[in-house]
């Protein structure tokens, strides 16, 4: 693609409480699932960043942790990587739940946006679960505090909006180059995914502290004789009781996660696929910074 002095481009930060359907936006921005969903909170500890890329435009969406209070080492980790690509981007998103009323976080990351000299513009998420005479009444609980560049009401989930929101964000970036291939859409390796599906699965299939005390390592990636693709991978957990709850009885539960990713992953890979499932113990990791750094979690590389 040949760059015209009218081609934008630029990096648009989303930020928000979790749950508020920052990894729903992007994936239906994007048109592809890049970013895992749950209805449990905190399911996106990384930054993955999804890319929108047209004949006159490329945006690149940061999708963030949900920004809460930490109760340990992963969760500061979470935190900091929402809230310091503030200052890194040319537009920040920050979503607040339509059908929620405005709570500590939000002002927790109000006053953070206080800091910074991007625009930012306020998205009321799931516009579809209130009645549209409400709508004045939730955005000026926030634009009270705070001088948004604009206010934009939409439903992640369906779609609503989002052309709108997509062509308003355009008119606030630079003429820029393009800085991906018009055909890649994220900018995480393939085992990130790969890691991120299988833990997904985890969190659909299990309750309570469990979902949260989970970590996905890939042991290894190739591909054996018959061309298919083998994926060994550990689920590790904090316990030695929650061992026995991710195996199941007789396995059964490790199978189902297997074969939840197995046939999520062969879709997203377009592939036939050998994935082999261990579970680990590792006490404590999610406060220990040597498993942080080995499970993906290094808050000084960014």
Do not use: C
Not at 44 to 65: A, H
Not at 96 to 118: C, H, T, Y
Not at 125 to 151: C, M, R, S, W
Request: charged share 30%; proline share 5%.
């Amino acid at each position: 693609m040949t760059n015209t002095p009218e081609y934008r481009s630029g990096f648009i930060s989303l930020i928000g409480r979790p749950n508020v359907g920052k990894s729903t936006l992007v994936n239906e921005i994007i048109g592809e699932k890049i970013s895992i969903i749950s209805d449990k909170a905190q399911t996106t500890r990384n930054r993955i960043s999804g890319i929108y890329t047209t004949q006159s435009e490329q945006m690149v969406f940061i999708d963030t942790p949900g920004v809460h209070k930490p109760k340990h080492r992963l969760g500061d980790f979470m935190n900091d990587q929402a809230l310091t690509t503030l200052n890194e981007v040319d537009v920040v998103l920050f979503l607040v739940n339509a059908s929620q009323k405005r709570g500590p976080g939000d002002s927790f990351i109000m006053e953070r946006l206080e800091k910074i000299s991007q625009p930012v513009f306020l998205v009321i998420n799931q516009i579809d679960k209130v009645h549209p005479d409400d709508l004045p009444g939730i955005a000026e609980t926030y634009t009270h505090d705070y001088d948004f560049a604009e206010i934009i009401p939409i439903s992640a989930a369906n779609g609503n909006n989002i052309k709108n929101l997509l062509q308003t964000v355009v008119g606030y970036l630079p003429e820029g180059p393009q800085y991906y291939p018009e055909d890649q859409v994220t900018d995480h390796p393939e085992s990130f995914i790969i890691k991120e599906i299988i833990r997904e699965k985890v969190l659909e299939l299990t309750r309570e502290e469990i979902p949260h005390s989970t970590a996905i390592v890939i042991d290894n990636i190739f591909r054996n004789d018959d061309d298919k693709l083998e994926i060994s991978a550990n689920i590790v957990i904090e316990r030695p009781s929650q061992k026995g709850i991710i195996i199941g009885k007789k396995g059964s539960m490790l199978k189902e996660i297997g074969k939840r990713a197995r046939r999520e992953l062969e879709a997203l890979l377009g592939e036939k696929i050998y994935l082999d499932l261990w579970v680990r113990v590792k006490s404590d990791w999610r406060d220990r910074d040597n498993y942080l750094t080995d499970f993906g979690y290094n808050r000084e590389d960014y």
